[in-house]
C-alpha cells in the first residue's frame, strides 16, 4: 500500500463567498508536493472591519510550506479569485499561471506592487499542460460572467481530479468561450476522482438563461429611453459591457465608458483577443458636448461602492457629467448579499433627481454567472466523478450541494475551510483540521484579523475614546489635576454639567485618595485611572468608553 496520498484543502471559499483559495498536494503525509488554486480576496464592511481596504485568505500554513508549492493557478480574473496574488507574491515566491485574459490582468496587479509581471505565465486552454512536480494540469474551458474563464484539470499519480472554478453552461455566452459539453466528456472519459464544485446557485431550481437572452431586452428599454442613459454592471462582465455598448449604438447613442475598472477590463479584453467589434467609445470630457439624450454611459458601481461612478453620480457630477430629471439609469446585475443598503442609497439618491431607476427584479436585464440546480445535475452527470466536494459558497450551499450529490448516487464531501480532505483510494476521508482565518490589508500593511487592531478600532467607534493625562512630580505626588480629552463622546451627560468637567473632577478626587504605593505603580495608576473613567462615563452617559492613560513622571 502506497504511503503517499491526494489532499484537498480549502484555506478560503468553502463556507463563504470570496476569498477563494484552494490547495491540492500529492505525497507522503506532511511532504506533500502542493499547488494552489486561485488567491482572491473579499471585501470589507464597516460593521465588522472599519478601514480596512482588502481581506486576503490566512496563508500562514502555505508560507510554512512555501518550499513544497510549485505553483499557483488562477482560474479566471474575478477579484474573489485573482485579487491577492500580488498581496501574497512576496510570501509564496510560486510561479504563477493562467490564460490570456486573466494573465493580462494579474501582470498589472503584479506590476502595482512592484513584482516583476514575467512571474505570471500565460498558458493556453486544454489540451496544454502544465508540469507542477507530481501533478499535470490544464485550462479546460468553462462559461461564466468573465472571458476566459477556466475549470482546472489536475493529474496526479493517484489519479484526476476536475476543480470547476466559477462556471455557468452558455452555449451562447457572447463574449469567450461556449461550453462544450463533448469536450467536457472527453475531458472526463478517463475517469474522474473528484469533481470540486462550484455552489453559489445551488437553490435556484430553473435552468440557467444565456447571455444571449438579455440583449434584445436591454435593447428595447434603451431605444425607448428620453433622456440620457446610464447602465451598470460588473466591469469584469465583458460580454454585458459589449452588450450595452451595442444596445446605446443601435440606438444612436454615443458610448462613454465611466470608472476605471470598467477600461481597465474592456482593454484587457481587446489586448487579449477576447473581445472584437466592441462600438466605438467617447472620452467623457468629449461627451459633454454631446447632446444628452445621444449619450449611454457605461460605470462602474453595481454593488453601490460609495467611491465608484455609479455612487459618485448619485451624489453631483462626475467627470464632469450628471444625471438629469428624465434620465434613465440601469443596474444590469444582480446585487450580492450584503450590499443591498449601498445600492438602495443610490437608487433613492436617484429618485430625489427625478432619475428612472431600472433594477433586475424583472430578471429581464440580468443572469448570473453561475450555474443552478438543474445545471450543476447536468454537470456532474456528464463528469460522472467519484466523489462531488462542493465548494464556492456558504454553508447552507455547500451542505445542499453535497444532498444534491447523494441524491443523484454520489459520494458528497462537505469540507469547509480548514479540513484537508484525504482523496487516496476510493473512499475520501477528512485527515486534518488546519486553523484558518483572515488577514486584512489595512492601508500598505498586513495584519491578522485576531490582532486586535481592527477589534480595538470597532471598539472605538462604539464606545468613543478618552485620553487621560497625568503629571506627577519627582516625589510621585500629581503635579496638578488630570486632564481629559474627549472623541466620539457627547459633551454633556445625566447630571447636564460638561461631561469632561465631571470626568476631571472623579479623576482628581481618586488621585487624591490614590495611596503612594499606587502612585508609584504605572500599572496600577493606569488600571485605577481607567475605571474611573469608565465608571463615572456609564453613570453619565450609559456608556464605557475606551481609555488611553498617559503618565508622565518628572525626574
Known amino acids: 500500500m502506497s504511503n503517499e496520498r491526494l489532499i484537498y484543502l ?13 490547495v491540492y498536494g500529492y505525497g507522503r503525509p506532511g511532504k506533500e508536493r502542493l499547488i494552489v488554486v486561485d488567491l482572491g480576496v473579499a471585501f470589507p464592511d464597516m460593521e465588522t472591519s472599519p478601514g480596512v481596504d482588502l481581506i486576503l485568505p490566512d496563508i500562514a500554513w502555505l508560507v510554512e510550506r512555501r518550499d513544497q508549492i510549485e505553483a499557483v493557478f488562477i482560474t479566471h480574473a474575478h477579484e474573489d479569485h485573482i485579487g491577492a496574488v500580488a498581496h501574497t507574491y512576496d510570501q509564496l515566491r510560486a510561479p504563477i499561471y493562467a490564460r490570456a485574459f486573466t494573465a493580462n490582468i494579474a501582470r498589472r496587479k503584479m506590476e502595482e506592487q512592484g513584482h516583476p509581471e514575467d512571474a505570471v505565465q500565460v498558458v493556453s486552454a486544454w489540451p496544454e499542460t502544465v508540469t507542477a512536480g507530481p501533478f499535470s494540469v490544464s485550462f479546460l474551458p468553462i462559461s461564466h460572467s468573465i472571458p476566459e ?101 443601435r440606438a444612436g447613442r454615443s458610448i462613454v465608458l465611466m470608472g476605471r475598472a ?54 453631483g457630477k462626475y467627470q464632469g457629467m450628471e444625471m438629469k430629471e428624465g434620465d434613465l439609469f440601469l443596474f444590469s446585475s444582480k446585487t450580492i448579499p450584503g450590499n443591498e443598503k449601498g445600492v438602495i442609497r443610490i437608487i433613492n439618491a436617484f429618485s430625489e433627481q427625478g ?127 488630570p486632564w481629559c480629552e474627549l472623541m466620539g463622546l457627547p459633551e454633556t451627560g445625566s447630571s447636564r454639567a460638561s461631561l469632561v468637567d465631571v470626568l476631571e473632577a472623579d479623576l482628581g478626587q481618586w488621585l487624591a485618595r490614590a495611596g503612594a504605593k499606587i502612585l508609584r505603580d504605572d500599572d496600577k ?31
Open 149 to 249: 474563464s477556466s475549470s482546472m484539470v489536475i493529474d496526479s499519480p493517484d489519479g484526476r481530479v476536475i476543480h470547476s472554478g466559477d462556471f455557468k453552461l452558455d452555449e451562447t455566452p457572447l463574449v469567450g468561450e461556449p461550453f462544450d459539453p463533448d469536450l467536457w466528456a472527453e475531458v472526463s472519459k478517463p475517469g474522474v476522482k473528484a469533481l470540486i464544485c462550484d455552489s453559489t446557485n445551488v437553490f435556484s431550481r430553473h435552468e440557467g438563461r444565456s447571455e444571449a437572452s438579455v440583449g434584445p431586452e436591454i435593447t428595447k428599454l434603451v431605444e425607448q429611453a428620453k433622456g440620457m442613459v446610464v447602465a451598470t454592471t460588473f466591469a469584469s462582465n465583458v460580454a454585458r459591457v459589449k452588450t450595452l455598448a451595442e444596445a446605446g449604438e
Open 525 to 555: 495608576l493606569n488600571e485605577g485611572l481607567k475605571r474611573t473613567v469608565r465608571q463615572t462615563a456609564l453613570d453619565e452617559i450609559g456608556r464605557k468608553p475606551e481609555v488611553t492613560v498617559v503618565v508622565s513622571r518628572l525626574s
Open 10 to 22: 480549502a484555506l478560503g471559499g468553502a463556507g463563504e463567498i470570496g476569498m477563494n483559495c484552494y
Open 355 to 481: 432619475v428612472d431607476v431600472v433594477d433586475d427584479s424583472t430578471g429581464l436585464y440580468h443572469v448570473s454567472g453561475h450555474a443552478n440546480r438543474p445545471d450543476l445535475e447536468r454537470l456532474t452527470s456528464i463528469v460522472k466523478p467519484q466523489v462531488v466536494i462542493p465548494m464556492h459558497g456558504e454553508h447552507r450551499h455547500l451542505r445542499e450541494h453535497v444532498k444534491l450529490a447523494e441524491r443523484n448516487g454520489m459520494t458528497g464531501v462537505l469540507a469547509v475551510n480548514g479540513m484537508m480532505v484525504d482523496l487516496s483510494g476510493n473512499q475520501p476521508t477528512i485527515a486534518e483540521y488546519i486553523e484558518t482565518g483572515r488577514t486584512y490589508l489595512d492601508g500598505t500593511v498586513q495584519i491578522g484579523a485576531l490582532d486586535g487592531v481592527v477589534r480595538d478600532r470597532i471598539r472605538m467607534a462604539l464606545n468613543g475614546h478618552v485620553v487621560v493625562t497625568v503629571i506627577l512630580d519627582d516625589e510621585d505626588e500629581p503635579l496638578g489635576e
Open 262 to 315: 470598467m477600461k481597465r477590463m474592456v482593454e484587457a479584453a481587446v489586448e487579449t483577443g477576447v473581445l472584437t467589434g466592441f462600438p466605438r467609445v467617447v472620452p467623457p470630457e468629449d461627451a459633454r458636448d454631446i447632446p444628452r439624450e445621444n449619450l449611454m454611459l457605461l460605470v462602474t458601481g453595481s454593488q453601490g461602492e460609495r467611491r465608484a461612478a455609479s455612487a459618485q453620480l448619485s451624489r
